[in-house]
């Protein structure tokens, strides 16, 4: 059974940085799409940030040319680096892993923007 952990959040002012890691069991971590979706209170989940086993990537456009998400196939990691923090980027942040037609998340870890 695939299982995720979630580490790096935290709290930080706006304009910040912090480096959200995503750890995975398994032995196929290479051929799983793995995306992070956040949640903020009161509001839906919302996709952050994909990478294809192939290296593609996507971005919501609200975190474009901020946030870059990468992966560490042989550590069996993904990352979400985030830069110029807002504090709308307030949110539980969750790792999603996907491969066939099989999915399974983490526990998500809080992320707070505030001065």
């Known amino acids: 059974q695939v299982q995720l952990v979630e580490s790096g959040g935290g709290l930080v002012q706006p304009g910040g940085s912090l480096r959200l890691s995503c750890a995975a069991s398994?032995?196929?971590?290479?051929?799983?799409?793995m995306t992070w979706y956040r949640q903020a209170p009161g509001k839906q989940r919302e996709l952050v940030a994909r990478i294809t086993s192939g290296g593609s990537t996507t971005y919501a456009d609200s975190v474009k040319a901020r946030f870059t998400i990468s992966r560490d196939n042989a550590k069996k990691l993904s990352y979400l680096q985030m830069n110029s923090l807002k504090p709308e980027d307030t949110a539980v942040y969750y790792c999603?892993?996907?491969?066939?037609?099989?999915?399974?998340w983490g526990q998500g870890t809080q992320v707070t923007v505030s001065s």
């Open positions: 999603n892993a996907k491969w066939g037609t099989r999915d399974t």
């Open positions: 398994g032995s196929i971590f290479n051929t799983y799409t």
